[in-house]
């Protein structure tokens, strides 16, 4: 009778995490919504809210100065922002759960670095088509990015590298795809260097549906995918011991969401150029309101992903007045903060 009590009471204590865990989702998700319609009214001319709910109303094919600005300009690089936080925030969260470090992210493991240097190649050479500079920079990014990760994943695999020591490799990988970077703009002309450093900058200006439709089906392909993953992902942050009692393939594991990471990454980078810290942050802030549980932890980084992209984006277009300062510039300036405090915080801890 009493070991069916506390079952009972272990099982009402269980629902009520969850319901804590699914308000706290939905408070997210109503910020970010939020967030959404600021960032569509802010800009060099700004529009009331009744302009924005109308504009988004009557759709692209209506006429009128403000529907022109909501659906050519502002939309566009609002639903970027979504698509790129949202895959970074997923894509850091499974990096830092399958290397076991807190400091793995895109960004510190030198994915966006790949990227910019693919950027920078398309740029300066065309690479890999001639002649069209707006699916050249985004492909080359994005074949560069997947070419890192695969490179880092199969040399520390052969080296038998550990997963905690992976992340001194990214670092690696990340110099020197920036002294490459350095190279290319080097060897380009003024005019050419200019637009690879203002791609390096991450920048939302050339923002377009087009990349919106590309990052929006990557990101969703990728998080279904992992939700395949949940279980076993959870059970490895328990410890790589306890997952592999629990007969979980953990270097298979790591593979196969090492790959999907990689490609949420390339995805996110190829459009808007290097953005630093999301992929870091967010999964920390979700990591302190819902645990370990995959179920919830990933999708709640994507969401704060979306949200801390929108916040970052929204301070970009009023900093300066009548100028949008790059979002990569926005996103580092709080990231390298965060970035010293958990540095420092593991370094009491030990």
Known sequence: MQKRSHSIDGKAVYRKINQKRRVIFFSILASMIVGLIIDVMVGPAWLSISNVINAIKQGPDAKGLSIAIVWSVRLPMTMTCICVGAS???????????????????????????????????????????????????????????????????????????????????????????????????????????????????????????????????????????????????????????????????????????????????????????????????????????????RYLSPLSALFGALLMLTASIIAKIVVPGIIVPIGIVTSLVGVPFLLYLILRRSEVR
């Open 88 to 294: 970074l925030g997923m894509a850091g969260t499974q990096m830092q759960t399958i290397l076991g470090n807190p400091l793995a992210s895109p960004y510190t493991l030198g994915i966006s670095a790949a990227a910019g240097f693919g950027a920078a190649l398309a740029y300066l050479t065309g690479f890999p088509v001639k002649d069209a500079l707006w699916i050249s920079v985004p492909l080359s990014a994005f074949i560069m990015s997947c070419a890192a990760c695969l490179t880092m994943y199969v040399l520390g695999k052969i080296k038998g590298i550990d997963s905690k020591t992976m992340v001194l490799f990214g670092i690696v990988i990340n110099f020197f795809f920036q002294a490459l970077q350095s190279l290319v703009q080097f060897s380009a002309t003024p005019e050419v260097a200019q637009e690879i450093v203002f791609w390096m900058f991450g920048s939302l200006l050339k923002s377009t549906w087009t990349g919106v439709v590309v990052s929006g089906a990557i990101f969703i392909v990728g998080s279904l995918v992992l939700s395949r993953y949940a279980w076993k992902l959870t059970s490895l942050s328990a410890g790589e011991e306890r997952a592999r009692s629990l007969g979980v393939n953990t270097d298979r594991l790591r593979l196969h969401v090492f790959i999907i990471s990689a490609v949420l990454t390339a995805g996110a980078v190829a459009f808007v150029g290097t953005i630093g810290f999301i992929g870091l942050v967010a999964p920390h802030f979700a990591r302190l309101l819902v645990g370990e549980d995959q």
